[in-house]
């Protein structure tokens, strides 16, 4: 396996950017003549949104909301709680939520549920990377980048105490620094 900065690499930066070149034209193809929304979930989806943006063909908006964490261990609480809201009216509108990870789907799960409240024409999730075995509410995304079991991930948006977000790659947190 090779590594970044004496980090392993699960995903290197090429494999990312093949896959998010398919999911886009995979969306474009699925949007072909509408007008989309992307809704990205900060922060980690940031550098995905970016990319996957501009791997569609079809006219885009973005929007971006946040949702407190309350931390990785209360989140199965299922506290999910919207601390940044959407700029704009979504009623309407094809939506495609952006995230990089769908884990629990809690985060998701309750994203979907608000956002159906304001009647969007239709409404899609994108997930850089699904753990399915991780997962509490019954979600699925209708595009994921890579299905992964549950490994504790690095890098492309995704922090380690709001570290390495700006990895190129998808590294694994070493054991012993967890
Ligand atoms: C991560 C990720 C999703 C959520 C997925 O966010 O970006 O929003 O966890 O987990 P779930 O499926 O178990 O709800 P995090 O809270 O780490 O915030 P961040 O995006 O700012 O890193």
């Not at 392993?8 to 989309?36: N, P, S, V, W």
């Not at 209360?74 to 509108?93: F, H, M, Y």
């Amino acid at each position: 396996m090779s590594t970044y900065q004496g980090l392993e690499i699960l995903f290197t930066r090429e494999q990312i950017a093949e896959r998010i070149k398919e999911m886009g034209k995979q969306i474009t193809h699925d949007l072909e003549g509408e007008k989309l929304v992307m809704i990205g979930v900060l922060k980690g989806a940031a550098p995905f949104l970016a990319d996957l943006a501009r791997a569609v063909t079809v006219d885009t908006t973005f929007d971006f909301v946040a949702v407190s964490s309350y931390g990785k261990s209360n989140r199965t609480s299922g506290a999910v709680k919207l601390i940044k809201d959407l700029d704009e009216p979504i009623e309407g509108k094809n939506v495609l939520i952006v995230e990089d990870i769908l884990d629990t789907g809690l985060t998701l799960t309750y994203l979907r549920k608000i956002f159906l409240q304001h009647h969007p024409k239709s409404l899609r999730i994108a997930a850089l990377l699904d753990k399915p075995s991780r997962r509490i509410e019954k979600i699925e995304a209708d595009y994921v980048g890579f299905s992964i079991p549950n490994l504790f991930v690095i890098g492309f948006g995704m922090d380690y105490a709001e570290r390495y977000r700006n990895l190129p790659d998808i590294c694994l947190m070493p054991p012993d620094a967890q």
